[in-house]
C-alpha cells in the first residue's frame, strides 16, 4: 500500500509539473510572438505641399481665440459677450470659410453654437463629424498664474492664456485646416465625402444648450455620421512604463454621479455643544464618509482598458509583456501594476471622491442636518443605479441618506477595428512616428455625449504631447501650448481631413499594420 501511494504521489508530482511546464510554455510563446499593432504610413515632412507652417499670422489667430473671455460659469449662465467674440474672431480670422461664395456653410445654433457643413462630393457616403467646444473654465485661482490668463502672451516658446489646451487649439487648427484647403484648391473644391464641424459653447458645464442643440438637429435632418471625433486624451509621455510617449485615443467615456450623503437628526441629537450627545451627526456622517473611502470599487480589467493592453503589450519589455500577454493567467498581478498610479488606476475600478461638506453654522451649536457630496466617475458596465446602491450598502447606517443629485450613464465602448480609429491612428503616426497609439478610457466628460444617439463610432483625442507637469494646467493656472506643439496640431488636422476622404484600411500593405 505504501509503495503504491509512493508511485501515485510521484505520478501526480510529474504530471502537476508537465502541466506546470505545459502553462510556461504557453505564456513565453504568447509573449514572444506577440504582434505589433502599429501602423507605419509615411512621416510627415516639412517639405511636404500641404505642410502647415505655425507662421506668425496663424499664431496670431489662435491669440485672439485664446483672448476671449468665453467663460461658462454654470449650466445657462456663461459670458455672452465672449462667446459671441469667438464667432466673430473666426469669422475675420477666415475670410476664405466665411466668403459669400465658399461652399462651407456655417450656422449659428442656440445663439453661439456653431455648426459648419463642408459638403462632399459623394453624398452616399456618411460624413465625419469633428466636434470641439468654444467656452472656458474660469480663473479660480489667478494669483497663481504666471501670466495673465486671457493675454495669451508668449513666453519662452509657449503661449499662456484659458483654453490654449482646451479647446481652443483643437478648434483654431480645425479652421485653419479646411482654410488651407479652400486657399490651395480653390471654391470649386469638394472633399470626397461631407465634413461636418460642431462647436459647442457650453461644454464645460456639460452641453445642455450647445452640444444638446447640434445633436438635435443634426438628427433632425439625417446627418449621421461615420465616426465622430471630440476632445480628448492627449499623448501621454508615461502610460504603463512604456518606453516612449503614447497617444490615447478615447473609445468610452466614464460616466458621472454626484449623491448627497445626508444625516438628520432631531432635537435630542442637536443642541448646545455643552451637552453632547452619545450619536452626533457629523461623526454619524464622517463615519459613512469614511466607509465610502476606504472601500474602493473593485477593479476589472475589460472594454477600453484591455484594448489599450492589447495594443501596448507587443510594445512593453518582455517581464511586463509576459504578464499582459497572458491576462487570463496575471489578471491580478497586471491590476496590481496598473493600481500603482492614481492615473491609471481610475481607468480599472469606478472611483470615489469626497468632495463638498455642509453643516453647522456656530462653534458652540450641534448641527441639526450635516451633507456632503460624493463624485463617482463610473466605469463602462455599471450603471448608476448599481453605484448609488452600492454606496447605500457600504455605509449601512440607516441614519444617512444617499440621494441623487445629478448623473450621466457611462458611455459605450467604440471600436478599435473601424474605418474611423484607423483614419485617427494612421494621422497621428504619420505626424509622430515614433510613438505608440492605443485605445483608452476617457476618464473626464466631454460633449460626446450628447451624439451617442448618431453613430457607434465615438472617438476622442487631443493632439497634444503632455508630461506629468502639463495635466494640472488643464482647468488650472498657467494653461499652456508651445508654438512647435502647435503646428504640430495643424498639421495634425490637415493629414486627418485628408486622411479622411482617401483613406482605405483593406488598401494598406502589410508593412503598414505592424511587423506580422
Known sequence: MTKMMMRTKGLVTRVVLLCAAAVAAVVVARALTARSLQMHPEACKKTDLDYLEA??????????????????????????????????????????????????????????????????????????????????????????????????????????????????????????????????????YRPQRTLLFAFGHDEEVNGVEGASVISAELVRRGWYPEFLLDEGLPIYTDVLGIDRPVALIGTSEKGYLTVRVQVHMDHDGAGHSSRPPKEQAVAILSRALTRLHENPHPA????????????????????????????????????????????????????????VIEGGVKENVLPHTVSALVNHRISPGETVAD???????????????????????????????????????????????????????????????????????????????MGPTDTPRLHGPNERISVDAYEKVLNFYIHLLHNIDTFNPHDVHHHELGDL
Not at 465625419?128 to 473654465?137: F, K, Y
Not at 494612421?426 to 505626424?431: A, E, M, N, Y
Open 55 to 188: 507662421t506668425e499670422e496663424r499664431i496670431e489667430t489662435l491669440r485672439a481665440m485664446i483672448q476671449q473671455r468665453s467663460i461658462s460659469f454654470r449650466q445657462r449662465h456663461g459670458n455672452a459677450t465672449g462667446h459671441a467674440r469667438v464667432r466673430e474672431v473666426l469669422q475675420e480670422r477666415f475670410p476664405l470659410i466665411h466668403h459669400q461664395d465658399s461652399p462651407v456653410q456655417r450656422e449659428v445654433l442656440a445663439e453661439y453654437s456653431l455648426l459648419y457643413r463642408f459638403p462632399g462630393k459623394d453624398e452616399s457616403l456618411k460624413p465625419a463629424l469633428l466636434c470641439g467646444h468654444i467656452d472656458v473654465v474660469p480663473i479660480a485661482n489667478p494669483d497663481a498664474w504666471e501670466h495673465e490668463p486671457f493675454d495669451a502672451g508668449i513666453h519662452d516658446g509657449y503661449i499662456y492664456g484659458r483654453g490654449a489646451l482646451d479647446d481652443k487649439t483643437r478648434v483654431t487648427a480645425m479652421m485653419e485646416a479646411v482654410e488651407f484647403l479652400l486657399a490651395s484648391k480653390g471654391f470649386d
Open 300 to 355: 476589472h480589467i475589460n472594454g477600453a482598458l484591455f484594448d489599450m493592453i492589447t495594443h501596448l503589450a507587443p510594445e512593453m519589455p518582455f517581464l511586463k509583456r509576459i504578464i499582459m500577454c497572458n491576462l487570463w493567467l496575471f489578471a491580478p498581478i497586471a491590476k496590481l501594476f496598473v493600481s500603482l498610479k492614481s492615473d491609471s488606476d481610475a481607468l480599472q475600478r469606478t472611483t470615489t471622491a469626497l468632495t
Open 387 to 465: 453605484v448609488v446602491a452600492r454606496d447605500i450598502t457600504i455605509i449601512a447606517d440607516a441614519r444617512v441618506s444617499v440621494e441623487i443629485v445629478h448623473s450621466v450613464e457611462p458611455l459605450p465602448t467604440s471600436s478599435c477595428e473601424t474605418r474611423g480609429f484607423k483614419v485617427l491612428e494612421r494621422s497621428i503616426r504619420q505626424i509622430w512616428p515614433d510613438y505608440y497609439v492605443a485605445p483608452a478610457l476617457m476618464i473626464a466628460g466631454t460633449d460626446t455625449k450628447h451624439y451617442v444617439n448618431l453613430t457607434p463610432n465615438l472617438y476622442r483625442f487631443m493632439p497634444v504631447v
